[in-house]
């Protein structure tokens, strides 16, 4: 919107702003309404501390989303996850990472639009399936996850709720907790069973290591066919991860890892290193 | 890959925006001033958050037009606000900052309506390269250099 007035006071020119502002708030209202009629809700998928997920249809192209809600409140504008999701997302252009298609604001809250994919990888795992295709899973996580780290990005909530599979591919979703790289950060973050040491005992200065410590219990978790420490507590949890202290040994004695090259179980141990536990209980 | 985002970064928009305002350099050095020492007074902010907000100012600017030097202020707090958001663990309240910075010159709507215009004209694009992490990454590979430069001038 361009104004341009010539010899007048400052004071006029205030009221005039002012005025303008709320006529543009009133065109917005109604902009977001005719917007409104463009998704119809299909029914509840899931639900989080940030908000509510609906499958819906787009009316238009008769295509299937995901629209993710957030709750508003009054008193402090838009809500710092919704934040740093949407301008994480919209910098993040890879095929295994989910697409934002648009952000609209449907009654004065603000809804994301994402792509629908109904398979979950603990759902993924239930059935049986090829070594090939497991590998294929594995490889395209990897890259997904180096591709975030390299543009100074921490996911904070890796676990197998939040990957999704299509045809055989990974795609990584839910960023609504992850954020850029900065010196302190809330300890709170991440599933119990997928939690690193350093998080456990409440460390706030911590890094990317946090992340590759849930993809190697993802990795362990595809081949095994369960968990590796399904902890009910956080002092469980860390009485579960001491056991693994002697490292190759462990999985020497472990008959689960029996079948498993000693390659993949390399994999394993470099992902769940175990640096910083052993300065803790030296 | 990188070179041509690298080339990308550099074309970004980047014009003279007072042409399209209704205030001069003065006024907006002034309003720069004023945030840098409202942000340092916060001890809870760290320095990114103070480069966010500058930064976060400018592409503002760039893509908006007829702004008078009277609205500055507003603009301004909520740069600070939304970059305190995007960045630190514990964010200010909105009290704190329409009380302690802006000195209740403005009500709470008119705030949050101009931080809800301030997202949709950037399309809740936050994410910025601001000079602070080319500083950090330069000073991290200097690390090595700098700390042999002052043992080599003690021993002198």
Known sequence: MQIVIINSNATE??????????????IYY?????????YIKIQKIGEGAYGIIYKAQDVQTEEIVALKK????????VPSCALREISILNQLNHPNIIKLISQIIINKKLHLVMNYYDMDLT???????EEFHLKNIIYKILLAVEFIHNRKIIHRDL??????????????????????????????????????????????????????????????EIALNKPLFMGSSEIHQLLLIKNIINGNEWFLHNSQFAKLNNLFIDLINVCISLEFLEIIIS | IQEKEYKEDINYKRINHLDFHNFNQDQLQQLIDWMITNVKRYQKMSYQTLFHCVELLDT?????????????????????????????????????????????????HEFLSMEYTICRKLQYNMYFQTPFEYFEKIFFHLKPFLSQFYQDCEIK
């Open chain 1, 13 to 26: 020119l205030y009221v005039i702003h002012k005025i303008l502002y709320q006529i543009k708030d009133i």
């Open chain 1, 30 to 38: 109604y902009m977001s309404a005719s917007e409104n009629v463009r």
């Open chain 1, 70 to 77: 957030f709750k508003l409140s009054d008193n402090e504008g």
């Open chain 1, 123 to 129: 759902e993924y795992l239930k059935f049986n399936h």
């Open chain 1, 159 to 220: 676990q197998p709720n939040n990957i999704l599979i299509t045809n055989n591919e990974p795609v990584l979703i839910d960023f609504g907790l992850s954020r850029v790289l900065s010196p302190n950060m809330t300890p709170g973050v991440t599933q119990l069973w997928y939690r690193a040491p350093e998080l456990l005992s409440n460390c706030n200065t911590y890094d990317y290591a946090i992340d590759m410590w849930s993809l190697g219990c993802i990795i362990a």
């Open chain 2, 60 to 108: 503002f600017l760039c893509n908006t037009k007829g702004f008078i030097a009277d609205d500055l202020q507003l603009i301004g707090s909520c740069c600070i606000y939304l970059s305190s958001k995007f960045h630190d663990i514990y964010p200010i309240c909105v009290e704190d900052i329409i009380i302690d910075i802006c000195q209740e010159n403005y009500t709470i």
